[in-house]
């Protein structure tokens, strides 16, 4: 559906932020993991026709993007990584502003549009105070909204659950997941479980490289019986850390949990663990790393 | 420590844009007013560009300025932590209180410090360029710059930064703050206008005045030019004490900042915990679980979808501006000081005038003439920036919404707010209208003339400032360039073609006789140019328009070729054709109907001019015995033609071999002359000047006839000041707008004396002497007495007026014809209107009085009548007959601003006392004055002419003045003429102050009018006191009995003198009439704490200590004092003399004692106690200090 070859885009001061990227994105969630700076809101704004690449195309069914960002937009829902709001606008007003913005033009469609999206964000209760007011969590809900108005094709969310709570994180994701069956949804972030609760398929993106491309499940049963753990003591950890490359280290109940990837029992007290989709993503961002 | 943090705080705020703006304007603004000519700032009137009293006044005028910029400096310092959320990190370190506030408040001073120091610094270095004229420049002078920056700059910059620095301390609100500010310039503008003329309360105000700008113009009030180049004022008194009590206020206020300010963290913000409310309020909710996102409607992308969206955009983005605070404070402002010019400053001169909707629109105009500027560029960069600013750029950007849509709307929205807010001032000013009892609303003329107009031109700012914005990589860059622009346009003097200047349009004078006339055409023609070429500018802007993140120019400048294709092509293919179209149907008229001229060019051919035909100006020329001209008028095409035939006359006492025959107007074409006998041999086409010689010279007393025809037609528009006279309603053109002149002299020349000098001419074309007897040979008006016989012919609806008795007048064919013929000798001096007037004559005295206005200007009609009738019945009693069967007093309209006589006929301007208002029985009325000072010019001026020389002001202007005066004392009696006297010693002394060239005594005065109307005035009313109206009279008549209608030698000012000597008894009032005409005296007399004390008889002892001082002033302003010793009047009243309600029963005593230099102590006994005393308190005598010559009795 989404298809993007070749994308490269390099930014005035030289930064490479994209570096031949090519995907082919089918309907339904999916998920762009990378850490902060691997270039994935430069994605998210060339695939949202606000930045236009050095190089490559994006094609969106028929529609060229970068030709005729016109035609995407008609069918585009974007919620920015960071967005701010007009001062002295109420979550009301501004859907309806949006609404129009989008081509929802009829006051009837309007109404409709607008009612329907403050219930379905539970934003009908405050639709009347001014958006300067809302919280984090509550404007990233109004975010959402405004990236529904007219059934949008394609909808691209960016770090959308970062300053959400864990129910109010649950409450969108919920939200994310029934709209995304029949349309492409892009759900970029850099926190794990949102990917592996919610997306049938995943890249992983860094230093502009699409790193790691493929369904979760599958990704996780290739690293099976590689990933080793050992818990030990805080002051080891620097002994560790010259001795093993850590995939990841965590805090548990005052200790250090370390995960390691060995193709052998690498020895020394490590124990085999079950491979969940964070150590396939660290696991990912070691190579890229040692690849550089 | 402390030093430290001042310092990061003035590396902080080097990296602020509004600094660097402010700094460059302050350099620009110096460096060009100090090295381009004709623009000037502080310097005045003839002063040097860096005259001591222009520096300090710009050192005053920009630390008024600076007040934003300090305020926003400073109130940065504590409110942009809190911003920023970086404050608790930073109050969590060692630094202390103390270091943190008043260090950084001193960093953020020591900016607004330096950046004046520009001042100095422009000013040195324009004052060196080799464009600057050094004939406007005197030496730089350090200490100058001292006095400026120190006491008075550094202290108001400290003022200004300390207070709003508290309050923004206090507030933690920039809005607040600047509302403060706006609070206190528009408080202190207030209080200045409340009190400021008060002369009891002067100290005060000037102690008062934050700026210490009133205490400058005090201890400088009445200063000659010469003082005010050189001389800086003692720094005492008033000024001093303002500074202190101000620098003492700054430190109370920085302590209050102190006080006020918390340390320790605030805790949550109000916004914060607001905001947490709002989050548990929805949390309380149940949370619905959605059902799916397949039920909403889907978009279209029609027209009727991009109509709705445009509406809704545009809707979106005047609410956007007009609900900002800044919005609200700037038309809170602006209504503020309309209201407050519409109220108060209607009438300057305390003339006040009904509120008629023309006389409302220049003030209008002026009043709001700064805010629509602000909206235009400061919301233009708003709303360009609008979505990045608010950081909504990404979700409006990623939306559907064509690209048009944002300079589109985004335009629209700017002129409907535009137009509001001039609505806005409309709504005011018939407020205004309304509740000073004037019904008559003319909305439309309100809609026409001001709100249409002033909306399109600030739409063309508004537009140029979106098109900046968009190529500007910063809001704050753009709204720089934008004030560079401004003030670039307002000092250029290079480009003055309306084509090439943005926005530029001719003039589109107004009157209530000829509305905008035709002169709209030209001004709309421009305005079409200028707004196609306002669309190419927003073309380009929507072509470059900032979508999605890319901002800088070059990858926008590449894409901008691609969405060229399609409407946007067509849109700029038809603004570029109408810009073209437009621009060549303006060329054609101001370049080629009319002839275009720069400012320069017009001195250039003046000054040519001189330079070529001034050797002539002695030359012995006929004089013009007799006159017959048939003017034909067509005001409805503006243009008329003239067929005329002069009999010449040799009146000199020597041959004449040339007769040199010249136009002095240059719309006026002589189409054919001829003089019978001569021959053409100069025919200066550029000049329009021609030489004839004679076959035969002229022998003295021979005659020639000139035939001659001229015409004059006003096609299309100009580029610069349409011209006024010949309009299709209110026709009023001069002789020498409609006929040649005969032989050479000082019409046409350059005035200006710096220009002069520039083209290398002597400062002012030399006047003769009055020595020299052998100049009084000319008049200094005409050329000697003639007799006319003028037929005019204009449309049917009209009135033709011109001098002379009315011998008959038709409508014949379509047109009216009237033939005057002059039944007493009359001056080539003189005036032909027509308009559609209506008439109102009264007979008296055989004369027949009539006024021709405009029949909605009837309110002052019987007034002048009336005061035609008193002149008439004075003069006629007192001087001699009237010499003509007719006055007329002819309305014009008001482009100009003055009345004027000539032989029996009076234009006087629509408004200049036809619209002014004498409900307010205290108001000076100046109708009665003017009429009586016209009327009196016919016997001074039309009967009696002075030579052309030294001195010709005293026997036209300073007579009609003393008649005048004799007129209004007659009607109004001797206690109110205080008030006229006050007015007339304001004008002379201020007059003298301003002047450029050296003031001359009043036997040598040429045409200042400070002298021959305001001194004028004064000398002669106190001369009538000493010696007696009768005696000055009985030397009027003398005087005029002498010249009447006599040919040459004219009478000079010394035979006046000789005749006022010849009624003088004493020495003393010979030496009186020394002193006021021929020398420069000033009076220095004031009374100290006069006291009054009961005596056991019930009666009262009063003491008056007088202070006098008399004064010789030679022509550069040198005083020198001489000894006093006069009769002055002492008076004692229960009122103050001069207010409302005094009158003659308020005066105890008035008695005249001789005063002496120094201090002397009067003592009287009187029966009533008196509550004021004074010395002189009529202000009989010319004493720069008033105020101090009548004080309260204790």
């Known amino acids: ?292 | 420590m402390f030093a430290k943090i001042a310092r990061f705080e003035c590396r902080y705020q080097l990296r602020n844009p509004l600094m660097w703006v402010t700094a460059a304007a302050t350099f620009a603004l110096f460096f060009v007013s100090m090295s381009v000519d004709g623009f000037e700032l502080g310097s005045e009137g003839g002063l040097l560009e860096n005259a001591a009293y222009a520096t300090l006044r710009n050192y005053l005028m920009v630390s008024v300025f600076f007040i934003f910029a300090t305020t926003s400096f400073v109130a940065n310092v504590v409110i942009r932590d809190d911003e920023t959320g970086f404050g608790p990190i930073v109050r969590s370190t060692r630094i202390t209180k103390f270091e943190y506030l008043i260090g950084r408040f001193l960093g953020a001073f020591a900016i607004a410090g330096l950046c004046m120091l520009l001042v100095p610094l422009a000013i040195w270095l324009g004052s060196l360029m080799p464009w600057a004229d050094p004939t406007t420049l005197g030496p730089n002078r350090l200490i100058d710059h001292l006095y400026g920056y120190f006491l008075l700059a550094l202290p108001n910059i400290l003022i200004s930064s300390a207070v709003f620095f508290a309050l923004a301390t206090i507030t933690r609100s920039m809005m607040a703050t600047y509302l403060g500010v706006i609070g206190f310039v528009s408080g202190f503008f207030i209080l200045q206008n409340a009190f400021g003329d008060r002369p009891q309360l002067e100290t005060v105000v000037a102690v008062a005045d934050p700026f210490g700008a009133r205490a400058l113009s005090d201890a400088t009030r009445y200063w000659t030019v010469a003082e005010r180049n050189v001389t800086l004022p003692d720094f005492t008194g008033a000024l001093l004490y303002n500074r202190l009590l101000w620098i003492g206020i700054s430190v109370v206020c920085l302590a209050l900042a102190y006080a006020a300010y918390r340390f320790a963290d605030q805790g949550t913000s109000k916004r914060e915990r607001k905001k947490q409310k709002l989050a548990q309020r929805l949390s309380e909710e149940t949370a619905v679980t959605g059902n799916g996102a397949t039920s909403l409607p889907s978009p279209q992308h029609g027209h009727a979808a991009l109509r709705a969206l445009l509406w809704m955009r545009t809707r979106f983005e005047i609410q956007q501006v007009v609900l900002s605070p800044a919005f609200a404070v700037l038309m809170a402002w602006g209504l503020f000081v309309t209201f407050f010019v519409l109220i108060t400053q209607r009438d300057p001169d305390g003339r006040p005038t009904y509120p008629t909707t023309l006389s409302m629109i220049p003030e209008l105009e002026d009043a709001f003439s700064v805010i629509p500027l602000i909206i235009a560029i400061y919301y233009a960069g708003e709303l360009v920036w609008r979505e990045r600013d608010r950081r909504v750029h990404e979700l409006v950007d990623a939306a559907p919404m064509p690209n048009w849509a944002y300079v589109v709307s985004k335009t629209l929205a700017m002129g409907l707010v535009l137009m509001a807010t001039l609505l806005t001032t409309v709504v005011a000013s018939v407020i205004v209208q309304l509740s000073l009892g004037y019904p008559d609303l003319e909305l439309g003329k309100y809609l026409l003339w001001y709100v249409l107009p002033r909306t399109w031109d600030m739409l063309l700012l508004a537009a140029l400032a979106v098109f900046v914005q968009a190529i500007s990589p910063h809001k704050a860059v753009g709204w720089g360039i934008m004030m560079l622009f401004l003030i670039w346009q307002q000092l250029n003097t290079a480009i003055d073609h309306n084509l090439l200047n943005y926005g530029g349009t001719p003039d589109m004078p107004l009157s209530d006789l000829n509305g905008a006339g035709s002169f709209w055409k030209g001004a709309w023609t421009f305005r079409t140019y200028w707004g196609a070429f306002a669309i190419l500018l927003l073309v380009a802007a929507h072509l470059l328009w900032r979508r999605g993140t890319e901002i800088r120019l070059k990858p926008r400048l590449a894409r901008a070729r691609r969405r060229l294709a399609g409407a946007p092509g067509w849109v700029a293919g038809a603004a570029l054709l109408i810009f073209i179209a437009t621009g060549a149907y303006a060329y054609y008229n101001t370049n080629i109907l009319n002839e275009y001229r720069t400012r320069n060019a017009s001195n250039d051919d003046a000054a040519e001019f001189e330079k070529r035909f001034w050797k002539y100006h002695d030359l012995p020329q006929p004089t013009i015995a007799d006159v017959t001209l048939d003017i034909a008028l067509y005001p409805e095409e503006r243009r008329a033609v003239t067929k005329g035939r002069c009999r010449l006359r040799n009146l000199t006492a020597r041959p004449i071999t040339n007769i040199h025959v010249r136009l002095l107007d240059r719309d006026l074409e002589l189409t054919s002359s001829t003089i019978a006998g001569t021959r053409l041999i100069l025919n200066d086409a550029k000049y329009d000047y021609r030489i004839y010689r004679l076959d035969r010279p002229m022998q003295p007393g021979e005659e020639r006839v000139l035939t001659f025809e001229t015409r004059r037609r006003h096609r299309g528009f100009r580029n610069g000041s349409p011209n006024t006279r010949l309009v299709e309603n209110g026709t009023f053109l001069s002789n020498e707008e409609l006929m040649p002149v005969i032989g050479m002299n000082r019409a046409g020349t350059l005035q200006d004396r710096a220009m002069r000098r520039r083209y290398g001419l002597p400062e002012e074309l030399p006047r003769p002497k009055l020595e020299d007897v052998s100049a009084a040979a000319k008049p200094c008006i005409g050329e000697g007495w003639t007799k006319a016989d003028i037929t005019v012919s204009t449309m049917a609806n009209q009135t033709p007026i011109a001098p002379g008795r009315k011998v008959s007048d038709v409508r014949r064919g379509g047109r009216r014809i009237a033939r005057f013929i002059s039944e007493a000798p009359i001056l080539i001096f003189f005036s032909v209107q027509s308009a559609r007037y209506a008439e109102k004559h009264r007979r008296h005295a055989g004369v027949d009085l009539a006024v021709y206005y405009h029949p909605a200007h009837a309110w002052n009609v019987d007034r002048m009548l009336d005061a035609l009738v008193a002149s008439l019945d004075y003069y006629q009693a007192k001087f001699g007959p009237y010499p003509f069967d007719h006055v007329r007093i002819v309305e014009f309209p008001g482009y100009r601003r003055f009345a004027q006589a000539f032989a029996g006929t009076i234009p006087y301007s629509e408004t200049y006392g036809f619209i002014s208002d004498y409900q307010e029985p205290e108001t000076i009325d100046h109708v009665t004055g003017v009429t009586a000072h016209e009327l009196a010019h016919q016997y001074w001026a039309h009967q009696v002419v002075g030579a052309d020389m030294e001195g010709e002001g005293m026997l036209s202007e300073t007579l009609a003045q003393y008649s005048a005066l004799m007129v209004v004392k007659k009607l109004r009696g001797e206690d109110q003429i205080r008030r006229y006297l006050q007015f007339e010693l304001d004008r002379y002394l201020e007059g003298r102050a301003n002047a450029s060239a050296d003031e001359p005594p009043l036997a040598r005065v040429e045409n200042q009018s400070y002298i021959t109307h305001h001194k004028g005035a004064l000398a002669m009313y106190l001369l009538q006191k000493r010696l007696g109206e009768d005696a000055i009279n009985r030397a009027l008549r003398n005087l005029l009995h002498r010249y009447k209608f006599q040919g040459a030698p004219y009478p000079r000012s010394l035979d006046f003198i000789a005749a006022l000597r010849a009624e003088a008894k004493t020495s003393e009032e010979q030496a009186l009439i020394t002193d006021l005409f021929e020398r420069i005296t000033l009076y220095d007399l004031k009374v100290s704490q006069p006291t009054a004390v009961r005596r056991a008889d019930g009666r009262w002892d009063v003491t008056v200590p007088v202070e006098a001082k008399k004064l010789d002033v030679h022509g550069r302003g040198a005083e020198t004092e001489t000894p006093l010793a006069e009769r002055i009047e002492i008076g004692l009243f229960t009122a103050e003399p001069g207010r409302d309600v005094f009158d003659t029963s308020n005066v105890v005593l008035m008695e005249r004692h001789p005063i002496r230099s120094g201090r002397q102590v009067l003592k009287f006994v009187t029966d009533r106690k008196p509550t004021y005393a004074g010395v002189d308190p009529y202000n009989f005598y010319i004493d720069r200090n008033s105020a101090d010559n009548v004080l309260p009795v204790s």
Not at chain 1, 84 to 105: C, E, Q
């Open chain 1, 1 to 292: 559906m989404l298809n993007l070859r070749d994308v490269t885009h390099v930014y005035p001061n030289g930064t490479r932020a994209l570096d031949r990227v090519t995907l082919s994105i089918p309907r339904g969630m999916y998920g762009l993991l990378g850490p902060n700076g691997a270039g994935k809101s430069t994605l998210m704004r060339a695939i949202a026709t606000l930045q236009t690449p050095t190089e490559g195309t994006i094609r969106f069914g028929e529609i060229d993007v970068i030709a005729e960002p016109e035609k995407l937009r008609r069918k585009l829902g974007y919620l920015p990584q960071d967005f701010g709001v007009y001062p002295r606008v109420s979550a009301y007003d501004m859907l309806d502003h949006m609404a129009v913005l989008k081509g929802v033009a009829s006051p009837a469609d309007r109404k409709t549009t607008v009612e329907t999206l403050l219930h379905q964000t539970n934003l009908w209760n405050v639709r009347k105070k001014l958006l300067s007011g809302f919280s984090g969590g509550m404007r990233q809900r109004f975010g959402i909204a405004q990236a529904l108005i007219g059934n949008p094709e394609l909808i691209i969310v960016d770090e959308p659950t970062a300053g959400l709570d864990p129910e109010e994180r649950n409450r969108f994701l919920n939200l994310l997941a029934e709209i995304g069956e029949s349309v492409v949804v892009i759900l970029s972030t850099h926190i794990v479980e949102d990917v592996s609760d919610l997306c049938p398929r995943m890249a992983v993106l860094a230093d502009g490289r699409v790193q790691l491309e493929g369904a979760p499940q599958e990704l996780i049963h290739s690293t099976h019986g590689r990933i080793w753990m050992k818990v030990i003591d805080r002051g080891e950890l620097a002994c560790y850390r010259e001795q093993y490359e850590l995939l990841s280290t965590r805090l548990f109940a005052g200790r250090t949990v370390v995960h390691i990837l060995s193709d052998r029992d690498p020895g020394n007290g490590f124990t085999a663990v079950d491979a969940g989709l964070e150590d396939v993503y660290f696991s990912t961002l070691v190579q890229s790393r040692r690849a550089a």
